[in-house]
């Protein structure tokens, strides 16, 4: 496990939100004033100084339910308003396209290209703002400060810490769907062909050296697939050709349809009820210090403004009611946790000691080590 995936995550999700915000008030002919309003109030809490300097702290990564119900305030963070349907799905559309987006990099390091392809398009959503673009722009140092001099070791284990997060999650989307790289049981088909990770050799060739290392000669074979070099490495400086297409924008030239999420088979939408239990029965503690992160970033709400308006991720109230009716129960998929009491045991006291440190208590939604946004918001007070 890493402590280092946690700002990758958050900013990633948060980039695929706002994609998917930007193409539903376009679609939804929301007035430009108003998007402008929506997407500068979003960015500018998702990127309050104090939050990312915490966040960006050597640390676990958030549970699902804690990641999911920090996205709910995000969201709710300006006028808009989504219901709890169009929530759900806007965020298996965010947790489905970075999961695609880690699962193809070719690089562990890649993960990094994708995570400044989501900025440099969030700085072009705030670019007439210039106190909230440096405020991005300030993030994107942080990024390259912290992230820069890693070894790919170390990428490694962030990746593989994101995929963990990511584990079990199958949810189908259209977008996938029709571009034949998801199946329909959820599950993505990754490319055998293309191109190789910039810095190895395309396959099909074996060299054979003496007992000095000297090279005697090279045989080729077929690698059973066409595949082509990488001639050029991804920028990592503050603007720069990151090369790699991944964490563009994939909803800039698609159709409103295209953000769909087909109802997916009840044993395939674990994830999805979790998030939905998350929002409609929320940790008291964890919903205690999101209120308390939304006064700190002056996000806090207030009372419904005149001008608020509810943006719906869905293109008819059918699809919507369908969406809706395919959701198992809430209850559906908790888990009960079994605490065992040990002491009473006659055994020696070092059973009783490694019992006593397996108890969890029934109220936890986070780690052993605490809940990750207490401790957050303990350090931010």
Do not use: W
């Amino acid at each position: 496990m890493s402590f280092r995936p946690l700002p990758i995550l958050f900013i990633n999700l948060g980039g695929e939100m706002l994609y998917i915000l930007d193409q539903r008030l376009r679609a939804q002919n929301i007035p430009i004033d108003k998007s402008k309003k929506v997407m500068n109030d979003i960015i500018s809490t998702m990127f309050n100084q104090r939050f990312m300097e915490n966040l960006f702290r050597p640390q676990e990564i958030y549970s699902k339910k804690g990641m999911r119900t920090v996205f709910d305030r995000l969201a709710h963070a300006s006028i808009m308003r989504l219901n709890t349907a169009s929530m759900d799905k806007l965020y298996d559309l965010m947790t489905m396209a970075l999961k695609y987006q880690v699962s193809l990099c070719l690089r562990p390091s890649d993960i990094l290209l994708v995570t400044f392809n989501h900025l440099d398009a969030i700085r072009t959503f705030v670019e007439d703002s210039i106190p909230i673009c440096n405020q991005v722009e300030t993030v994107i140092r942080m990024m390259i400060k912290t992230y820069s001099s890693l070894s790919m070791g170390e990428f490694q284990l962030i990746r593989q810490t994101l995929l963990e997060f990511f584990q079990d999650i199958h949810i189908r989307v259209s977008i996938f769907l029709k571009d034949k790289v998801q199946n329909s049981n959820g599950r993505f088909v990754l490319p055998l062909a293309g191109p190789v990770p910039y810095g190895a050799e395309i396959p099909g060739s074996i060299r054979y050296y003496d007992e000095s290392g000297k090279h005697i000669k090279t045989t080729e074979f077929p690698s059973g697939s066409k595949y082509q070099a990488s001639l050029r490495e991804g920028s990592v400086d503050m603007k720069g050709d990151r090369v790699i297409k991944l964490g563009t924008n994939m909803y800039s030239t698609v159709r409103p349809t295209d953000t769909t999420v087909s109802s997916p088979p009840q044993k395939t939408a674990v994830v999805s009820s979790t998030a939905e239990d998350a929002t409609a029965n929320p940790n008291p503690m964890v919903k205690a210090e999101l209120n308390l992160l939304a006064h700190l970033m002056g996000a806090v709400e207030t009372k419904k403004e005149k001008s608020g308006f509810r943006v719906n991720m869905f293109n008819t109230d059918e699809e919507e009611e369908q969406f809706a009716a395919s959701r198992p129960p809430p209850d559906m998929y908790d888990f009960k946790v079994i605490n065992i009491d040990a002491s009473k045991i006659q055994k020696s006291d070092e059973l009783t000691r490694i019992m006593g440190d397996l108890s969890i208590p029934e109220s936890s939604g986070q780690s052993s080590k605490g809940d990750d946004l207490l401790e957050l918001m303990d350090s931010a007070s």
